[in-house]
């Protein structure tokens, strides 16, 4: 079976590779253009690319999925399956060109968390189970027939990038599973059921932390942030990163207003919230590397009654 492979980022590259491990032949892989990265914008190959390259594989970047040159170089190769894992919008001119269909992997349980983020916002939104679907491609983004799902525990601190982590793994076999069983011609897809629910992109101006929220949400939105794109607050007038918290369980009542230090001491660097507190565990300040809360005290001289804003 003739297998075109389309990804780009490291979440698509256990995918591929198991897919290379189980002897399927992957005819080409498509992936996003190289581009500048970093501060010093550096020109990058994707995930995808560096491991399509390990293995010797011929590879497509296409700028435009639209254009008739890249859909033609599609069509020469005589797909019989496309396999989809943290790629653009596909039109329909390209994923139709599969003798066999196209299929995605989308991180959650559709039709839970349609759109570009699914893993940050079901941790953002305190979800204690996700997982993957795999699902043939439609003209509507994350809508079609569901093949395969895998159910996951998310853990009350795991951050996204441990889910992450390990949602690209389950979300391998799932697709090898997805595979065989087209290969095999026993797919039978379903209807999506359920709540429909989204994900939409996270820009820099979401990332913002409500120190407003109770406790327990802003934890989950700050480990829902993590690593990347990274909540974010202000101290005196200076930029900081917030990657691990943890709720401490105590109330502050008027004594505080949220965001108020009520705690830094030694290794405690605890903030009030809207509603209970929580601790500062590990931080980032601008142009500084990621520390814990006890480096942070010992070079902010940070005092109780500052406020994060």
Known sequence: ?????????????????????????????????????????????????????EHSLPILQPRNLNDPSFVSAIRSLHPDLIVVVA??????????????????????????????APIHWAIIRGETETGVTTF???????????????????????????????????????VLQTVRLIEQNKAQARAQEGEVSLAPKIQKADCRVDWRKPAGAVHNFVRG??????????????????????????????????GVIVRADGSELIVA???????????????????????FLRGGRLREGEKFE
């Open 1 to 53: 079976m003739r297998i075109v492979f389309m990804g780009t980022p490291e979440f698509a590259v256990p995918s591929l590779e198991i897919l290379l491990k189980n002897n399927y032949p992957v005819v080409s892989v498509v992936t996003a253009p190289d581009s500048p990265k970093g501060r010093g914008l550096k020109i990058e190959e994707s995930p995808v690319k560096r491991s399509a390259l």
């Open 87 to 116: 790629f653009r919008i596909l039109p329909p001119e390209v994923y139709s060109l599969a003798s066999r269909g196209a299929f995605n992997l989308h991180a959650s349980l559709l039709p839970k968390y349609r759109g570009a």
């Open 136 to 174: 043939f491609l439609q003209p509507t983004v994350d809508t079609g027939s569901v093949i395969l799902q895998a159910r996951v525990k998310i853990g009350p601190d795991e951050t996204a990038g441990e889910l992450h982590d390990k949602l690209a793994e389950v979300g391998a076999e799932i």
């Open 225 to 258: 942030l993590s690593p990347v794109p990274g909540a974010w607050t202000t101290l005196r007038g200076a930029f900081i990163r917030v990657f691990r918290t943890l709720p401490t369980g105590q109330g502050f009542g008027d004594r505080a207003e949220p």
């Open 273 to 295: 919230t809207g509603e209970g507190s929580i601790s500062l565990l590990e931080v980032q300040q601008e142009s500084r590397r990621r520390m814990s809360a006890a480096e």
